[in-house]
């Protein structure tokens, strides 16, 4: 099974982007879009000079509870840059995102209480809710993890969409909202 297969398999539609999305982001944005693939994980993500985006992170089930999502995070936190990402909100009828959200608390990461995430899927024309998970060498405020977002936004979830799917994603002022309120409450 290929790369793109494992991410296909493992999660929704409403967050897939195309294999010709990911492997245009390979080519046209290689020096910020990055693959890291083994026989037993696939992670997809953006390096740019101040953070990271974990696009995809997938571990096999057979390597599961051995390290190998803790080793690559591991890698990024070694970049010494806020690490941000995106994961489907815990569904207690899903173990899958009980245990992932777990595992990002484990690992250090804090939930985006002032940022929300909601697009509308091209794909199944339903209207798809994220959390942002972050993980900070500094104390990173909620805002800037939020200007973070919208670049990679703009930059990779949208990049090209019109060309690539016949049609564009809502813009980014309709996706992500940021309630400063709710940042000045985690302070």
């Known amino acids: 099974m290929n790369w793109y297969e ?33 026989p037993n ?3 997809m993500y953006v390096e740019t000079n101040d953070f990271v985006f974990v696009d995809y992170l997938f571990v096999s089930t057979d390597a599961r509870g051995q390290g190998l999502g803790k080793k690559l995070i591991n890698q990024l ?18 173990t899958d995102t009980k245990k992932r959200q777990h595992f990002y608390n484990r690992e250090g990461f804090k939930h985006a209480q002032s940022i929300g995430y909601s697009r509308r899927s091209l794909a199944t024309n339903e209207v798809n809710e994220l959390e942002i998970l972050y993980w ?4 990173e405020s909620e805002k800037s ?9 703009e930059n990779i979830h949208t990049y ?28």
Do not use: C, R
């Not at 195309?18 to 080519?27: F, G, R």
């Not at 936190?77 to 899903?94: A, F, G, R």
């Open 6 to 38: 494992k991410l296909n398999e493992y999660f929704p539609i409403e967050e897939m982007k195309s294999k010709e999305h990911m492997e245009l982001l390979l080519k046209e944005k290689a020096d910020i879009y990055h693959k890291d693939e083994g």
């Open 41 to 43: 994980h696939v992670m």
């Open 77 to 94: 936190k070694q970049k010494d840059k806020p690490i941000i990402l995106e994961v489907e909100p815990v569904d207690y009828d899903d």
């Open 136 to 139: 900070s060498p500094t104390n």
């Open 145 to 153: 993890i939020f200007e973070k977002m919208k670049h990679t936004y």
């Open 160 to 187: 090209k969409d019109k060309e690539l799917y016949g049609q564009s994603y809502q813009g980014v002022d309709e996706v992500l909202t940021y309630e400063e309120e709710k940042d000045q409450a985690t302070v």
